[in-house]
């Protein structure tokens, strides 16, 4: 069977669903942020599987690139925030830090 | 003495009683004795006032001494063009004579009065009030215009309310001293609404002026009856002032003053100042205006004298007698007796001055006492006020060789002339009945007080002569009450200086259609307005009074004996008793003792009428004027309620609905921002899944 663009799409979307759900469902921050890296990698199969199959010739190879180093930078800038959630409000339950409703 | 000279004496002699009532009353505290002050200044003023009659009476008989300077200059004023005020005085011989007389008598009850007022506690003030009224008084005489006239007026008013009242403490006095102002008000209303018609008409006050227009054919406001209502206006005045019938009310009451003050002001002069005021506008006063005066002097004389008979109070008797003989002045006038009038004025000035303060005299020694029915037999205690008292009387009876004989007898005659040539007959039958009612009562009063036995010994036993000062003064007026002063002729007047010099009828300038044809001279009317002082009498009028003098000189004697006679079979020797008539006239007895119920019917009428006026008028205020204010009121309040409500429930219903609405709002909405970022992010999901079925490509 001949691997086509539908397969990469279908695994792309398993992935966004699975980092979605991670996103919207999990309380830790740091598991949601590895949910939002789930999410960046299904954007990164879709630019891929685009520029195999689409007519793109490599832009998409390196807007995946792109991508790989900004999640790097967002990782360690989310990272750093949830340390400092952390040292204020001792936990990292996105549930309990709500200051900003009131 | 010049005639300038002349001026300069009147103004002092007018100004000097001022400058006594100024220095009394303000220093009169700390110097008790200044009232010898003021009394030395009257006698000055007095001494003055011979002075300038006698060079008036000597060397410009038939001139008059004029001056005046106009006092304010209102330029030209629109519509009415020149406007100026002016003031002047004005000698003619009636104002020396008159100059004379108040002096005399005012400076006679100084010195009378410091005897009599020794005891009274604002001595001082007393005399202050004797200067300011002897001010006004001359005041009065000397001015030579109608508003200088008013002032005065009113200051004589003024001096008289404040001596009527001079024992305030007593509820009466005061009650009487603004009985007498009021009374004079209504009166001086009048005078002033004259004194504007002819100011309106004339733009001056002068008499001369005045007279000289009227003269000359300018009619107030073109009619004679104009001129006719101005006359009768102006004579209101004298109305009030000189206590003519309607407005007789307060001199009886004024008696509440003490008797110096009587004796001067509510006998003598002032009350007078009403006949002197009819004599000044005598020339200008119409048929009509003269028939109204004489018929108002008339009644007078005889409502009064019939309220005299009765009377119990020594000073009640003298006072209705007082009112008798103005209303006898102002009749006289009013048939154009002008001379008699005025020479009535004077002998009366004289000897009811001197029965005033004999009648103080005897007050004095019976301490207090006023009724005559507690006196009697005073004549050995006291023979200097009897005889003094006796002269007097027989002077007002009308009795010759007394100076009221030839006055008495000059009105009568006059009366009958006018009744003759006018055929008014009821004028001098009217007059000879007062001679005959004043006959009686005044002897009744001399024989009650003074002859017969005592009726109260206690107060008897104390009676005693008055000290020289009281006495000195009825002297010399009961010498005043012969006739030898006025007249060589003791039985007729006609011959005297007094009455064919001095005082002569002046020339009237009301037009011939107004005037009783016999007050027109044909001889003197062409020359000019000036002459006035010249013997006028016309033929026909001469000619009535000669017929007239001696049927009214026997008939008055007869009268006065008559008067005399029953005074005496009533009181002296009691054959007829007084009780008896009284009791078979009750009706009349009654109304007379309580003075024909004048002052009740003015009490229920007028004060009464007032009184509900002002109740009518109080609850006017208070129902309707109350009611719309106070409905006013309600219905802001209503309205306030009603906007009040609006703004409660409209207005802050908006408002809050308006603020719930947004609570509402925002409380739903706020449930959508959980602060859970998952939520959100569903949320976002969600719609960006909804957006691509609506707007994507599907």
């Known amino acids: ?102 | 003495m010049s005639e300038f000279t002349n001026i300069n004496l009147s103004l002092i002699v007018l100004l000097l009683p001022l400058f006594g009532f100024f220095i009394v009353l303000f220093f009169g505290k700390k110097f008790p004795k200044l009232y010898l002050a003021e009394v030395g200044i009257i006698t000055l003023a007095f001494i003055l006032s011979l002075v300038i009659g006698y060079s008036k009476l000597s060397t410009y008989l038939h001139q008059d001494i004029l001056f005046s300077f106009t006092w304010i200059d209102f330029g030209n004023v629109p519509n009415l063009g020149n406007l100026h005020v002016d003031l002047g005085i004005k000698i003619d011989n009636l104002t020396v004579i008159m100059l004379f007389v108040v002096n005399l008598i005012s400076m006679l009850v100084h010195i009378y009065s410091i005897a009599y007022m020794k005891d009274d506690s604002r001595y001082s003030r007393y005399f202050a009030y004797l200067g300011i009224f002897t001010f006004s008084m001359l005041g009065i005489v000397l001015t030579d215009n109608l508003l200088m006239m008013y002032i005065f007026w009113e200051l004589v008013g003024l001096s008289s309310y404040l001596l009527i009242g001079f024992w305030y403490e007593k509820q009466s006095a005061s009650d009487a001293g603004k009985k007498a102002f009021l009374t004079n008000r209504v009166g001086d209303i009048g005078m002033f609404i004259g004194i504007l018609v002819l100011f309106t008409n004339y733009k001056s006050f002068s008499f001369d002026f005045i007279y000289a227009q009227i003269a000359s054919g300018n009619l107030p406001f073109g009619s004679e009856a104009w001129l006719t209502a101005a006359g009768i206006l102006v004579f209101l005045g004298a109305v009030g002032k000189s206590a003519q019938f309607p407005l007789h009310v307060w001199l009886p009451d004024a008696m509440e003053g003490p008797t110096p003050v009587s004796a001067l002001i509510h006998a003598a002069t002032m009350v007078a100042a009403g006949v002197y005021l009819v004599a000044r506008i005598f020339v200008m006063l119409t048929a009509d205006a003269m028939l109204v005066i004489a018929v108002v002097g008339a009644v007078t004389s005889l409502f009064a004298a019939t309220i005299a008979l009765t009377q119990n109070d020594i000073k009640k008797v003298l006072a209705y007698s007082t009112v008798s003989q103005l209303g006898y002045m102002v009749m006289a006038l009013g048939v154009g007796a002008y001379t008699f009038a005025f020479f009535h004025l004077v002998t009366h000035a004289f000897f009811k001055a001197c029965l005033f303060l004999g009648s103080g005299s005897v007050i004095h020694s019976m301490h207090h006492e006023q009724d005559i029915r507690e006196m009697g037999g005073l004549k050995k205690k006291m023979p200097i006020t009897y005889y003094t008292f006796l002269i007097s009387t027989l002077a007002i009876s009308g009795i010759p060789l007394t100076s009221g004989f030839l006055s008495k007898d000059g009105i009568l005659a006059g009366t009958l002339a006018f009744g003759q040539l006018t055929g008014h007959w009821l004028i001098p039958i009217i007059g000879f009945s007062v001679a005959f009612l004043t006959a009686f009562y005044m002897f009744r009063l001399v024989i009650l007080t003074f002859h017969g036995s005592p009726r109260n010994h206690h107060k008897y036993e104390h009676a005693h002569e008055s000290p020289f000062v009281m006495v000195m003064p009825l002297v010399v007026l009961s010498t005043l009450s012969i006739f030898f002063w006025y007249t060589p002729n003791p039985i007729s007047p006609d011959a005297s200086w007094f009455t064919s010099n001095w005082i002569t009828t002046p020339q009237t300038v009301v037009p011939k259609s107004a005037s009783f044809d016999f007050m027109i001279n044909e001889s003197v009317e062409s020359s000019s307005h000036n002459s006035h002082e010249e013997i006028i009498h016309s033929e026909k009028y001469t000619h009535a009074m000669h017929w007239a003098h001696y049927p009214a000189m026997i008939m008055s004697l007869i009268v006065a004996g008559l008067g005399i006679l029953l005074a005496f079979t009533m009181y002296q020797w009691k054959k007829i008793s007084p009780d008896k008539i009284a009791d078979s006239v009750k009706a009349l007895y009654k109304g007379s003792l309580n003075k024909w119920y004048v002052d009740e019917i003015y009490a229920k009428s007028f004060i009464g009428g007032t009184i509900k006026l002002g109740d009518i008028l109080s609850w006017f205020d208070k129902w309707i004027i109350d009611g719309i204010v106070n409905g006013s009121a309600y219905v802001t309040k209503v309205f306030s309620k009603i906007s009040g409500l609006f703004d409660a429930y409209v207005v802050d219903g908006l408002v809050n609905g308006t603020a719930l609405f947004s609570g509402f709002v925002g409380f739903n909405f706020k449930k959508l921002q959980t602060g859970k970022v998952q939520t959100y992010i569903v949320l976002v999901v969600f719609s960006i899944i909804v957006l691509f079925f609506i707007i994507g490509p599907f």
């Open chain 1, 1 to 102: 069977m001949e691997v086509g663009l539908n397969h990469f799409l279908t695994v792309s979307v398993a992935l966004f669903s699975l980092g979605l759900y991670g996103v919207v469902t999990r309380k830790n921050a740091v598991m949601v942020l590895m949910g939002v890296e789930l999410i960046l990698n299904s954007a990164n199969i879709n630019f891929i599987a685009f520029s195999k199959f689409g007519n793109f010739s490599i832009d998409g190879q390196l807007y995946a690139l792109f991508v790989i180093i900004l999640a790097a930078a967002e990782a360690a800038i989310a990272l750093a925030i949830v340390l400092n959630i952390y040292k204020r409000f001792a936990n990292v339950n996105v549930d309990e830090i709500n200051n900003l409703k009131e």
